[in-house]
Nanobody, 126 residues
Framework: QVYVVESGGGLVQAGGSLRLSCAASGRTFSISAMGWFRQAPGKERDFVAGIRWSGGNVDYADSIKGRFTASRDNAKNTMYLQMNSLKPEDTAVYYC???????????????????WGQGTQVTVSS
């Protein structure tokens, strides 16, 4: 089993920055990719960014390209999401997820991930 825990959410003004962290524990050797998703009230859980653990491929949703940067620290089994130029529409609960088993790409569908964190709230005020 793999466990993931997010941290770093909060309240920020539009144009500001936040950095989210996702720490994995347990059978971390089985992680093939990790992803960030977000869910606003009344909306579906959407893919934001993800990293394939072997090779380091990074994929982003079009809505955040150029503003958000995903990175990882393999030694710490931690993934980060640096969010710059935040907009009110970025307000959501942000979730971290881990995919176990082999993958040759960064999955962008929530059902492709096996372990989820509890989420961290990001609120961007206008």
């Amino acid at each position: 089993q793999v466990y993931v825990v997010e941290s770093g959410g909060g309240l920020v003004q539009a144009g500001g920055s936040l950095r989210l962290s996702c720490a994995a524990s347990g059978r971390t050797f089985s992680i093939s990719a990790m992803g960030w998703f977000r869910q606003a009230p009344g909306k579906e859980r959407d893919f934001v960014a993800g990293i394939r653990w072997s090779g380091g491929n990074v994929d982003y949703a079009d809505s955040i390209k150029g503003r958000f940067t995903a990175s990882r620290d393999n030694a710490k089994n931690t993934m980060y999401l640096q969010m710059n130029s935040l907009k009110p529409e970025d307000t959501a609960v942000y979730y971290c997820a881990a995919r176990l088993g082999r993958t040759w790409y960064v999955p962008q569908v929530a059902t492709s991930y096996d372990s989820w964190g509890q989420g961290t709230q990001v609120t961007v005020s206008s």
